[in-house]
Nanobody, 121 residues
Framework: QVRVVESGGGLVQPGESLRLSCAASGFIFDINAMGWYRQAPGKQRELVATITIDGRTNYADSVKGRFTISRDNAKNTVYLQMNMLKPEDTAVYSC???????????????WGQGTQVTVSS
């Protein structure tokens, strides 16, 4: 069994910062890409940022220059540092990890339950 668990959400004021963490645990042979996605009420889920195992990153235009994704491969953990938060960043943030459970298995995407981020004055 593989678990992906996010933490670090909360309520902040516009302009403030938050750091999200996501840890994958369980029967894991290898992890390829990891990423953060978000879904606001009434909207579709959208990509926020992704990072490959060798550190290549990709960001949504709306968060470039404000958010930074990073990972610790030894801990199977990915982080999202969010600075200069705006009310439109309010959403449930979910983590996804492409996980291989054995040398012969394929990579399968595992999702966390999500963590709420609310930006409001």
């Amino acid at each position: 069994q593989v678990r992906v668990v996010e933490s670090g959400g909360g309520l902040v004021q516009p302009g403030e910062s938050l750091r999200l963490s996501c840890a994958a645990s369980g029967f894991i042979f290898d992890i390829n890409a990891m990423g953060w996605y978000r879904q606001a009420p009434g909207k579709q889920r959208e990509l926020v940022a992704t990072i490959t195992i060798d550190g290549r990153t990709n960001y949504a235009d709306s968060v470039k220059g404000r958010f930074t994704i990073s990972r610790d491969n030894a801990k199977n953990t990915v982080y999202l540092q969010m600075n200069m938060l705006k009310p439109e960043d309010t959403a449930v943030y979910s983590c996804a990890a492409d996980i291989k459970r054995s040398p012969i298995s394929s990579f399968v995407t595992a999702w966390g339950q999500g963590t709420q981020v609310t930006v409001s004055s």
